[in-house]
T-cell receptor, first 115, second 115 residues
Framework: NAGVMQNPRHLVRRRGQEARLRCSPM?????VYWYRQLPEEGLKFMVY????????ESGMPKERFSAEFPKEGPSILRIQQVVRGDSAAYFC?????????????FGPGTRLTVL | AQSVSQHNHHVILSEAASLELGCNYS??????LFWYVQYPGQHLQLLLK??????LVKGIKGFEAEFIKSKFSFNLRKPSVQWSDTAEYFC?????????????FGQGTELSVKP
């Protein structure tokens, strides 16, 4: 059973470009979470999605960031017009439920570097 | 706002020493509690979790943690560390009245074990 997959593992962008990060959840999981880890900091929640729905985006920056989880295909975290402060590791996690018993499995992360 | 605090940013131990990493959270309601480990160059892996029941939880690789509700704490322990335990350790909390299951992470504790 393949784990959570993220690609690319490393992404380099110049300021002003767009970054697209992909996450394929574990088989059978329909809940996806995105977290960001800035240098020297812990992981910070960004957004929680189910298929075709954004459930909680309380951690998303108001501008330039968006996320989707279509009916078919991976979840996408999109960052428009990247700035140097967006350089971070972006982790995706998935779970089979959001209820009382909720265990999240993490992917390997995408390390975004903005030049 | 909910928060998680890990008291030690960097811990250095010799092999066979005992380990205790502190974790406190601020939230008055029902919580799920987790410890994750991130080995160098790898993704987050679940060490152990507490959902309910016995507050002393045993995880993988000889780790255990004790939930003390009155102290809002979930400290991680291991009686005798090994060089292979060198990693970063994250405490995380899921407050159960959240919409969905977003995790609030501590800032992490980097553990270095000297052979």
């Amino acid at each position: 059973n393949a784990g959570v997959m993220q690609n690319p593992r490393h992404l380099v962008r110049r300021r002003g470009q767009e970054a697209r990060l992909r996450c394929s959840p574990m088989k059978g999981h329909s809940h996806v979470y995105w977290y960001r880890q800035l240098p020297e900091e812990g992981l910070k929640f960004m957004v929680y999605l189910q298929k075709e729905n954004i459930i909680d985006e309380s951690g998303m920056p108001k501008e330039r960031f968006s996320a989707e989880f279509p009916k078919e295909g991976p979840s996408i975290l999109r960052i428009q017009q990247v700035v140097r402060g967006d350089s971070a590791a972006y982790f995706c996690a998935s779970s089979s439920t959001s209820g009382r018993i909720n265990e999240q499995f993490f992917g390997p992360g995408t390390r975004l570097t903005v030049l | 706002a909910q928060s998680v605090s890990q008291h030690n940013h960097h811990v250095i131990l010799s092999e066979a020493a005992s380990l205790e990493l502190g974790c406190n959270y601020s939230y008055g309601g029902t919580v799920n509690l987790f410890w994750y480990v991130q080995y160098p160059g790898q993704h987050l892996q679940l060490l152990l979790k507490y959902f309910s029941g016995d507050p002393l939880v045993k995880g993988i690789k000889g780790f255990e943690a004790e939930f003390i509700k009155s102290k809002f704490s979930f400290n991680l322990r291991k009686p005798s560390v090994q060089w292979s335990d060198t990693a970063e350790y994250f405490c995380a909390v899921n407050a159960l009245d959240n919409q969905g299951g977003k995790l609030i992470f501590g800032q992490g504790t980097e553990l270095s074990v000297k052979p």
